[in-house]
């Protein structure tokens, strides 16, 4: 995770802007190293950067709100995923078709807050 951590602060000290693909792979590095705070961090930077983050990175915030013990601030992102995969599926994005049917109110989305 140091490491991945350590490329990031180089793409963007070569003013090198990271795409969603970046931001997984450090939030996931983050996470598989039990660093949850920056796991999340790269939510955040990835949400600022991209407006809307890919399902993954989503999933990768919630898991880090987890094990943080960050109830409310991930029922915050749940929301966030189902607002960005309703939209995402209407335009038509084949990315968020499963995101949108597993975040449907209706038919729960199995993350027990």
């Not at 920056?38 to 890919?54: E, G, I, T």
Request: proline share 4%; glycine share 8%.
């Amino acid at each position: 995770w140091a490491r991945t951590l350590s490329l990031l602060a180089d793409m963007r000290k070569r003013e090198v802007t990271p795409n969603g693909a970046i931001f997984e792979m450090v939030a996931g590095a983050c996470e598989r190293g039990r660093q949850w705070e920056r796991a999340l961090s790269m939510y955040f930077d990835a949400h600022a950067a991209l407006h809307d983050p890919r399902p993954i990175l989503y999933a990768t915030a919630i898991r880090a709100c987890v094990a943080g013990r960050q109830r409310s601030l991930a029922a915050h992102i749940v929301g966030d995923m189902r607002r960005t995969a309703a939209s995402a599926a209407a335009a038509g994005s084949s990315e968020w078709t499963t995101f949108a049917s597993a975040a449907d109110p209706r038919g729960g989305d199995g993350v027990e807050l």
